[in-house]
């Protein structure tokens, strides 16, 4: 029952958000306004187990996940202050390589911790208690420039936190920076202009590599230990392909579940936050922190309470140390998944050892291709335009290299758009009516189509391929993050391909490494 009850929320609030899109975004030229919050959010309750610290993290704090930082905290054994200066002295060190930062807020970061530590020692602390994280710079964050990388809000410093943003301050969390990101969000990152910045942090030498898409600069903040934790956006795979591709562990969840109330839009129907972390018990955490109604975002109203995470993400050990499921879960494995990718079929073996887990092949619908194909996937683009079409408007430079992305929007007709809410709906029905009926979650090639339907997916690692992360993608049914983190969990109980980290780069690189410049063609053909 309870399925099907999520079921019927589920459909009803994409059907009034497909409808609602225009209306939400009617205040055009208010993307730039300040985001209304009434009131500040209460502490959330979660509570942070007392999970043991490994040695790696009792030896340098930025090696520490988030939940081993807050232990290593609440047991007196380390300070935020330390732990915020260790993440700056990185920083210092290396960011001018990675250039994951837009701005570093360390003056303030560090005055925040003082606070923090000190209202540990009044026996007063929130469940971050102190902890240092990364921001995308699409998210509101008072008085600290937000610019989404863009020429339109480069001037731009709002007077009030996002909602997701305010909620991570109140449980204590520390705003170290603004991470680096695609022009608007729209492709990996770069300069407005198209000069890419953020690099992968597996390869700080081969700017080529691609690092994930636009929320690459919270993804190598994290990956290359400079924040503990970060929050990205996603619309077309901004947080599980950052995640994948910088070994870490990124959730999207269904959409509404976290407020987008002072996040810089790109599509009504699809952008979603969630967190990019360094395994599931970390992203957990922080999305039970991030999550919950907002009255400023009708997306977030009337939906099933939110599951605990922080169990889902605790692995399940038998006396003899053998881990199992917490619940029996079918896993659905479509049609050429592991084609060509060795990783993903030694995904499978493990994930087919962990008692619990059943492998399940699933087909998709006949006319998969078709609904998943670009013909419906560019209703998107009408969904960015109308919020900027002041902006359009007045000046095209302003959009820099996503021009194109852009002035695409403007020539899909209204029926398109209204087609292509259709064209969702049967697809998200054929979804739910058709592989999820034979599975709990499912794995996935590509994050688009769980983008399109508003469906919760986690991205996590899984090896390596010539030295750069793979990962995999899981998605689950509407409001069903905790299945995700049950699965992640087992199996990174298993391995340890969560717990490597790259090589710091080179303080003196032997040759000047050329960054390349976008056109507007490949950023248009890239974009998200």
């Given at each position: 029952?309870?399925r099907d009850?999520?079921?019927?929320?589920?459909?009803?609030?994409?059907?009034?958000?497909?409808?609602?899109?225009a209306?939400?975004?009617s205040?055009?030229?208010?993307?730039?306004a300040?985001?209304?919050?009434?009131?500040?959010?209460?502490?959330?309750?979660?509570?942070?187990?007392d999970?043991?610290?490994?040695?790696?993290?009792?030896?340098?704090?930025?090696?520490?996940?988030l939940?081993?930082?807050?232990?290593?905290?609440?047991?007196?054994?380390?300070?935020?202050a330390?732990?915020?200066?260790?993440?700056?002295?990185?920083?210092d060190?290396?960011?001018?390589?990675?250039?994951?930062?837009?701005?570093?807020?360390?003056?303030q970061?560090?005055?925040?911790?003082?606070?923090?530590?000190q209202?540990?020692?009044?026996?007063?602390?929130?469940?971050?208690a102190?902890?240092?994280?990364?921001?995308?710079?699409?998210?509101?964050?008072?008085?600290v420039?937000?610019?989404?990388?863009s020429?339109?809000?480069?001037?731009?410093?709002?007077?009030?936190?996002?909602?997701?943003?305010?909620?991570?301050?109140?449980?204590g969390?520390i705003l170290?920076g603004?991470?680096?990101?695609g022009?608007?969000?729209?492709?990996?990152a770069?300069?407005?202009?198209?000069?890419i910045?953020?690099?992968?942090?597996?390869?700080?030498?081969n700017?080529?590599?691609d690092?994930?898409?636009?929320?690459?600069?919270?993804?190598?903040?994290?990956?290359?230990r400079?924040?503990?934790?970060s929050?990205?956006?996603?619309?077309?795979?901004?947080?599980?392909?950052?995640?994948?591709?910088?070994?870490?562990?990124?959730?999207?969840?269904?959409?509404?579940?976290?407020?987008l109330?002072?996040?810089?839009?790109?599509?009504?129907?699809?952008?979603?936050?969630?967190?990019?972390?360094?395994?599931?018990m970390?992203?957990?955490?922080?999305?039970?922190?991030?999550?919950?109604?907002?009255?400023?975002d009708?997306?977030t109203?009337?939906?099933?309470r939110?599951?605990?995470?922080?169990?889902?993400a605790?692995?399940?050990?038998?006396?003899?140390?053998?881990?199992?499921?917490?619940?029996?879960?079918?896993?659905?494995v479509?049609?050429?998944?592991t084609?060509?990718?060795?990783?993903?079929?030694?995904?499978?073996?493990?994930?087919?050892?962990?008692p619990?887990?059943t492998?399940?092949?699933?087909?998709y619908?006949?006319?998969w291709?078709?609904?998943?194909g670009?013909?419906?996937?560019?209703?998107?683009?009408?969904?960015?335009?109308?919020?900027?079409?002041?902006?359009?408007?007045?000046?095209?430079?302003?959009f820099?290299?996503?021009?194109?992305?852009?002035?695409q929007?403007?020539?899909?007709?209204?029926d398109?758009?209204?087609t292509?809410?259709?064209?969702?709906?049967?697809?998200l029905r054929?979804?739910?009516?058709?592989?999820?009926?034979?599975?709990?979650?499912?794995?996935?090639?590509?994050?688009?189509?769980?983008?399109?339907?508003?469906?919760?997916?986690?991205?996590?690692?899984?090896?390596f391929?010539?030295?750069?992360p793979t990962?995999?993608i899981?998605g689950g049914?509407p409001?069903e993050?905790d299945?995700?983190?049950?699965?992640?969990?087992a199996?990174?109980?298993?391995?340890?391909?969560?717990?490597?980290r790259?090589?710091?780069?080179?303080?003196e690189?032997?040759?000047?490494?050329?960054r390349?410049?976008?056109?507007?063609v490949?950023a248009a053909?890239?974009?998200?």
């Amino acid at each position: 029952m309870g399925r099907d009850l999520n079921r019927r929320t589920f459909l009803a609030a994409s059907a009034a958000a497909g409808g609602g899109g225009a209306l939400a975004a009617s205040a055009a030229p208010a993307a730039a306004a300040p985001a209304r919050r009434p009131e500040a959010p209460a502490v959330p309750a979660v509570s942070v187990p007392d999970l043991p610290v490994r040695e790696a993290a009792r030896h340098d704090p930025t090696e520490a996940t988030l939940a081993e930082a807050v232990v290593l905290i609440r047991g007196g054994r380390l300070t935020s202050a330390d732990l915020v200066q260790a993440y700056l002295d990185r920083i210092d060190k290396y960011d001018k390589t990675y250039q994951a930062y837009a701005e570093v807020t360390g003056k303030q970061a560090l005055l925040s911790a003082y606070a923090a530590d000190q209202a540990h020692k009044n026996g007063k602390r929130g469940p971050l208690a102190g902890v240092p994280l990364c921001v995308k710079d699409n998210y509101f964050t008072k008085g600290v420039p937000t610019r989404a990388n863009s020429f339109i809000f480069e001037d731009f410093v709002p007077v009030t936190d996002a909602t997701a943003v305010a909620r991570l301050k109140v449980a204590g969390g520390i705003l170290l920076g603004k991470g680096q990101m695609g022009p608007l969000a729209t492709t990996r990152a770069t300069t407005p202009n198209g000069l890419i910045t953020t690099v992968n942090a597996w390869t700080p030498d081969n700017p080529l590599i691609d690092p994930g898409g636009s929320s690459t600069g919270p993804a190598c903040a994290v990956a290359g230990r400079m924040a503990s934790s970060s929050i990205g956006t996603q619309t077309g795979g901004s947080i599980v392909n950052p995640a994948n591709r910088q070994n870490l562990t990124g959730l999207k969840p269904t959409m509404g579940r976290v407020s987008l109330n002072g996040v810089i839009p790109l599509s009504y129907t699809r952008d979603h936050c969630g967190p990019i972390a360094r395994d599931a018990m970390d992203a957990a955490i922080m999305l039970t922190v991030m999550a919950g109604p907002d009255a400023e975002d009708p997306r977030t109203q009337g939906l099933p309470r939110l599951p605990d995470l922080v169990r889902a993400a605790t692995p399940v050990v038998s006396p003899k140390g053998k881990v199992r499921l917490r619940r029996p879960t079918r896993i659905g494995v479509p049609p050429g998944f592991t084609d060509g990718i060795a990783r993903r079929q030694a995904l499978l073996d493990t994930l087919a050892d962990l008692p619990g887990v059943t492998l399940v092949e699933v087909r998709y619908p006949a006319d998969w291709s078709l609904l998943t194909g670009s013909a419906f996937n560019a209703a998107r683009l009408s969904e960015r335009t109308e919020p900027f079409r002041h902006w359009l408007r007045q000046d095209l430079t302003k959009f820099g290299v996503s021009v194109l992305g852009w002035l695409q929007g403007l020539m899909i007709s209204g029926d398109e758009w209204i087609t292509a809410q259709r064209a969702k709906h049967h697809l998200l029905r054929a979804v739910l009516d058709g592989p999820f009926d034979h599975c709990d979650v499912l794995l996935q090639t590509s994050p688009v189509p769980f983008d399109i339907l508003g469906l919760p997916e986690i991205g996590f690692p899984i090896g390596f391929t010539a030295g750069v992360p793979t990962g995999a993608i899981l998605g689950g049914a509407p409001y069903e993050e905790d299945r995700l983190l049950e699965v992640v969990a087992a199996y990174q109980a298993v391995t340890d391909w969560h717990e490597r980290r790259p090589v710091d780069p080179a303080l003196e690189p032997v040759k000047r490494v050329v960054r390349p410049l976008l056109d507007a063609v490949e950023a248009a053909a890239a974009s998200a």
